[in-house]
C-alpha cells in the first residue's frame, strides 16, 4: 500500500471512498488522484483552523469568567467584611461541586482575585492570551505597566508554550 493510502487511513477515510474515487476495486492500490490530494489538504486546514477558532473562543469565555470570579470576590470581601478564609471555603465548595474540574483550586482562586485588582478593566489582549500566559504576566510584573507590552503583543499563530516562554524570558530581562 502507498504512504498517502496509509496517511488516509490513520485519518478515517474509508477505503471504498478511496477505491471510488480513482474509479478502482482495487482499494488503496491505485494512486490517489492529485485532485484529492489537494481536497484533503484543504479540508485538513479548514477543519484545523475551526478547532483552533473554538480553542480561542473557549479560552476568551474562561478568561473572563476567571476575572468576573475575581470581580466577585473582591467585591464580596469589602461589602461583607470577609477575610482570606472565604477564598478557602469557595475553593474548596466549588470542587465539590464540580469534581473532576480544572481551575479551580485555593492558589487559583487566589489568582483570579489578583488577576482582577491587577486589571480593574479586562485588557482586550488578556482575553486572547491564555490563563497561564496572564498569570505569569500578573506574577512576574511588579506593576501592570511593566506587564502591558506584553499583552500588546499581536496574536501570532505560534504554540503557547514557546510564547508562554518568550515571555518568562522577557519578564525576566527586566
Not at 490530494?37 to 484543504?42: A, L, S
Not at 478557602?88 to 470542587?95: I, P, T
Not at 502591558?148 to 508554550?161: A, F, H, N, Q, T
Request: proline fraction near 4%; charged fraction near 25%; glycine fraction near 6%.
Amino acid at each position: 500500500m502507498g504512504q498517502w493510502f496509509k496517511r488516509f487511513k490513520q485519518h478515517g477515510i474509508l477505503l471504498k471512498e478511496i477505491a471510488t474515487i480513482n474509479n478502482c476495486n482495487n482499494y488503496g492500490e491505485e494512486q490517489i488522484t492529485n485532485e484529492y490530494k489537494v481536497f484533503f489538504t484543504e479540508i485538513k486546514e479548514k477543519i484545523y483552523k475551526a478547532q483552533y477558532e473554538a480553542m480561542k473562543q473557549v479560552n476568551v469565555t474562561l478568561i473572563r469568567l476567571y476575572w468576573d470570579i475575581g470581580k466577585s470576590i473582591v467585591e464580596k470581601q469589602q461589602i461583607h467584611k470577609w477575610g482570606k478564609s472565604v477564598v478557602e471555603s469557595l475553593a474548596a465548595d466549588l470542587q465539590n461541586e464540580f469534581p473532576g474540574m480544572n481551575g479551580l483550586s485555593n492558589r487559583n482562586m487566589w489568582r483570579m482575585r489578583r488577576f482582577y485588582t491587577e486589571y480593574q478593566k479586562l485588557p482586550p489582549m488578556a482575553a486572547e492570551i491564555s490563563w497561564s500566559n496572564n498569570i505569569i504576566i500578573v506574577e512576574k510584573c511588579k506593576d501592570l505597566l511593566q506587564g502591558e507590552p506584553y499583552l500588546k503583543l499581536p496574536s501570532p499563530p505560534i504554540c503557547w508554550r514557546r510564547l508562554s516562554g518568550n515571555i518568562m524570558l522577557l519578564i525576566s530581562k527586566i
